[in-house]
Nanobody, 127 residues
């Protein structure tokens, strides 16, 4: 089993920055966490969960168009931690942000392929 714990959410004014962290523990199928594709998703009230960014085991990254140039995903395999640096935040970025782990080596931009999920961390951007 893999456990994911997000942190770093909070209340920030528009234009501000936050850095989310996702600490991973455990393993499955004999694989270490560094071989997983890790993703960030978000869900605003009344909306479906949407893809934000993902990073593969080879450190290839992919960001949604809505956050490209403002958000950056990264990982530190020595700490089993994935980060989401969020700059130039907008009120429409307000959502619960979830970290997810995918056992495949392909970056997926939909939620269904991801095997493990964290509990989420709230990000609120005031105007």
């Amino acid at each position: 089993q893999v456990q994911l714990v997000e942190s770093g959410g909070g209340l920030v004014q528009a234009g501000g920055s936050l850095r989310l962290s996702c600490a991973a523990s455990g393993r499955t199928s004999g694989r270490t966490l560094s071989t997983y594709t890790m993703g960030w998703f978000r869900q605003a009230p009344g909306k479906e969960r949407e893809f934000v960014a993902a990073i593969s085991w080879a450190n290839r990254t992919y960001h949604a168009d809505s956050v490209k140039g403002r958000f950056t995903i990264s990982r530190d395999n020595t700490k089993n931690t994935v980060y989401l640096q969020m700059n130039s935040l907008k009120p429409e970025d307000t959502a619960v942000y979830y970290c997810a782990a995918d056992l495949s080596i392909v970056i997926h931009t939909t939620a269904n392929p991801y095997d493990y999920w964290g509990q989420g961390t709230q990000v609120t951007v005031s105007s």
